[in-house]
T-cell receptor, first 114, second 112 residues
Framework: DAGITQSPRYKITETGRQVTLMCHQTWSHSYMFWYRQDLGHGLRLIYYSAAADITDKGEVPDGYVVSRSKTENFPLTLESATRSQTSVYFC?????????????FGPGTRLTVT | SQQGEEDPQALSIQEGENATMNCSYKTSINNLQWYRQNSGRGLVHLILIRSNEREKHSGRLRVTLDTSKKSSSLLITASRAADTASYFCATDTEDSSYKLIFGSGTRLLVRP
């Protein structure tokens, strides 16, 4: 199916464990983004990528690592999960429409760190 | 820090009434966008307004932009229970049109 998908949709992990959240898009969009959404904070940008092998930090990058070896995939890794990283994580890609950028979001991954 | 701040944080109205949400931002922009999020889902793009536009319509949606006040409003007319969702404004910046900064959102409840 065309679009942007995330896996897993739900994940429970323990403090200190490494966990990777997957994001896949089928549009060949150049730009991809990872956000976290917490109550009272809206969406905060973690990392973004302008193309394969090009990534950059967002507002809250500490504790996260990203890679982008292929245009369609943009995994997010929590190297050593902490309780403060309990959140809903959204992946998005940006398409060009009507001479402007518009973001397309995945369904989200709800991560709980115990 | 967030670029956009929405007001009110929560809004409850009766079906058929109009809903107005406001967004303020801090820096100069190229575009401002509004997104909708149903509970437990990802955000969906609703409408975009450019910095040189003052008003834009799309179906029951009306967006205004006042760049001198760095503010925007989203009006949903004749609301329906299905409009119940959170609404977010998002702005780019003059030097980065592809990277958006989202506000904290307005939670809208439309009572049947």
């Amino acid at each position: 199916d065309a679009g942007i998908t995330q896996s897993p949709r739900y994940k429970i992990t323990e403090t200190g464990r490494q966990v990777t959240l997957m994001c896949h898009q089928t549009w060949s969009h150049s730009y991809m983004f990872w956000y976290r959404q917490d109550l009272g904070h809206g969406l905060r940008l973690i990392y973004y990528s302008a193309a394969a092998d090009i990534t950059d930090k967002g507002e809250v990058p500490d504790g996260y690592v990203v890679s982008r070896s292929k245009t369609e995939n943009f995994p997010l890794t929590l190297e050593s999960a902490t309780r403060s990283q309990t959140s809903v994580y959204f992946c998005a890609s940006t398409g060009w429409r009507d001479f402007s950028y518009e973001q397309y979001f995945g369904p989200g991954t709800r991560l709980t760190v115990t | 820090s967030q670029q956009g701040e929405e007001d009110p944080q929560a809004l409850s109205i009766q079906e058929g009434e109009n809903a107005t949400m406001n967004c303020s931002y801090k820096t100069s922009i190229n575009n401002l966008q509004w997104y909708r999020q149903n509970s437990g889902r990802g955000l969906v793009h609703l409408i975009l307004i450019r910095s040189n536009e003052r008003e834009k319509h799309s179906g029951r949606l009306r967006v205004t932009l006042d760049t001198s006040k760095k503010s925007s409003s989203l009006l949903i007319t004749a609301s329906r229970a299905a409009d119940t969702a959170s609404y977010f404004c998002a702005t780019d910046t003059e030097d980065s049109s592809y990277k958006l900064i989202f506000g904290s959102g307005t939670r809208l409840l439309v009572r049947p």
